[in-house]
């Protein structure tokens, strides 16, 4: 099956910055593709030179397997979700939305048509006839949604889709864009900086860092195995020994532990012997509800944190108390030592 | 001084009653005040008789403006002009100001911006009689012309009834060139303005729904610019309408608005005319408003 979308060696080189550096990846038709990274990392680049928004400096982009480099956005049947979403101010919801069928010249009750249907699907059949304006953001992101649909395109590009909406809003419509893209079975290419939302939605996410993919994998293979140290930080913020910690702590490669892993025992306590201990004092503890976050300054100069239970027993230690953290050896996962995970915290 | 600044904080309105209180009066009896002045002039007459003015209100004067042909005539050349002016300038500024706003950056942007403006720092009256001597019969504008071999399509437009006239410089035509140049920073910097204020991703949206540049520039960039082109042809249109030098020093013998105000207060000493004639740009202005207005021009305020 030919791939929806196809980075072959891609870069993209602004002045001196290398926004995007010889990057190949293939999305395949179906699919909810999440790119993942940090702002500057390349993710909103690469969904802009699908779109037709930018040109590659080197390699090739393939949409349906031909090279679209030369193809203008107007062209190409690939439709975007702005993140502020780029409503058109001066016209109604309905215009907004009937615009991609009016500018290909479909006619007007006819185009009108389409777009109520479009409207429906979003819920918001009432409100046609209101401007952008008028509407909460949430009914706007809905707009934009709809009129990126309308033209029916192959994939649907959503940049920082819900970035401006409020934590329960954007709870609501993950699931409402999921059960979307199932319905429609169009391909959705989803860019966030937010890896809770690209792992409760992606199918596969690509994790950015510096211009470059880190890793590419499904959600939960992202979360058990990174293989770098900067997705094991930036996928779930795991702790990560760098090789200095490592050879310390007798291990034989760098590796990352979730905070979930981590048991925190007095100074006092024994070692147990199928465990690994490093031992530090309490900088912080951040209630989070059903689990604290303690943060602890390992005596080998890293800034570590557990996350413990409410009802553990070490509840109430003074921040600076001394620790001792410990987790099983298996549940440590090496990393290749790559980019992206030079800063030592 | 800080209980000064604490007494006003606590009171705002005592505040923007300081703020607003010297400008309100400044504009209320000097502007509004002279103009309601004029207004009230232009209800009197003069005694054809004794020349002198008679106080007591009356529509004679204003009856003289719209029956005598050659007074209309005069109204209707001055609102042709500024209409041929706001058109022409309107099309010149779009494509610089559409550069200005969106794709010049830095310097280059520095650059436009007071390329644009510098002509204004010059003094108005040695900018009209360089231009007369520009489009004299042996100015620059005519030898250039020549040189290229195009003095037959000067001569061909000189020739052009109505507008023509024996050189640039005492035609229309060179009037109209005058103008344009003049008024032309007045409708770049609020067109500009307009087409800074549209976010770049409206564009990018519409291309991605498949509108083609032309499609988007007519759709998208210019229905959001209309208010900033709006405001610029109310410069151009009302700085054409009130002029009264460019038309006494370049262009052909006719009366225009402006002169006529001028001529009638001063040498004719028939100020109720010459308040009859100033009220006819006001009223034009208003006119061309409320045409705009019907046609959506300030929608997107």
Known sequence: ?345 | MRAASTFFWRRPYWYLALLLVPPLLWFGTVYLGSLLALLAQSFYRIDDFTAQIVREPTLATYAQLVTQPANVDIVLRTLGMAIAVTLACAVIALPIATYMARYASGRMKALFYVGVMLPMWTSYLVKVYAWRLLLAREGIIAWCLGKLGLGGVLDALLATPGVGGPSLSSSYIGMFLVFVYMWLPFMILPMAAALERVPGSLLQASADLGATPAQTFRNVVLPLAVPGIAAGSVFTFSLTLGDYIIPSVVGAPGYFIGMMVYVQQGTAGNIPLAAAFSVVPILLIFAYLSIARRFGAFDAL
Request: glycine share 8%; aromatic share 6%.
């Open chain 1, 1 to 345: 099956m030919t791939a929806a979308i196809e980075f072959r060696g891609v870069a993209r080189i602004y002045g001196e910055v290398r926004a995007v550096d010889d990057v190949s990846f293939a999305v395949e038709p179906g699919e909810f593709f999440a790119m993942l990274g940090p702002s500057g990392s390349g993710k909103t680049t690469c969904l802009r030179l699908v779109a037709g928004f930018d040109t590659p400096d080197r390699g090739q982009v393939l949409l349906d397997g031909a090279d679209v480099s030369a193809v203008p956005p107007y062209e190409r049947n690939v439709n975007t979700v702005f993140q502020d979403y780029a409503l058109f101010p001066h016209m109604t919801v309905l215009e907004n939305v009937a615009y991609g069928p009016r500018v290909r010249g479909v006619a007007k009750p006819d185009r009108q048509a389409r777009a109520r249907d479009m409207l429906e699907l979003v819920q918001l059949g009432a409100q046609g006839g209101r401007r952008p304006a008028q509407l909460s953001g949430g009914q706007r992101q809905r707009v934009a949604l709809a009129r990126a649909l309308i033209n029916r395109p192959k994939v649907l590009l959503l940049d920082e889709p819900l970035g401006a909406l409020d934590l329960k809003l954007r709870e609501e419509m993950q699931i409402e864009l999921k059960s979307l893209q199932k319905k429609l079975g169009i391909t959705f290419v989803y860019v966030t900086h937010d890896q809770g939302e690209a792992l409760s939605m992606a199918d596969r996410v690509a994790v950015f860092s510096q211009g470059r993919i880190e890793q590419l994998a499904a959600p939960r293979e992202l979360y058990l195995r990174p293989a770098t140290a900067f997705v094991a930080r930036f996928v779930g913020s795991a702790n990560v020994a760098d090789a200095a910690l490592a050879q310390e702590l007798g291990a034989p490669a760098p590796f990352a532990i979730r905070a979930e892993n981590i048991d925190v025992l007095a100074d006092s306590d024994a070692a147990p012997a199928d465990r690994v201990t490093a031992a530090g004092a309490v900088v912080a503890v951040q209630f989070h509800g059903a689990a604290s976050r303690w943060q602890v300054q390992l005596d080998a100069g890293h800034l570590w944190s557990a996350l413990l239970p409410d009802s553990h027993r070490m509840h109430g230690l003074a921040v600076g108390s001394r620790v001792k953290l410990s987790w099983p050896r298996q549940a440590a996962v090496p990393l290749t030592p790559t980019s992206g995970g030079s800063s030592g915290s």
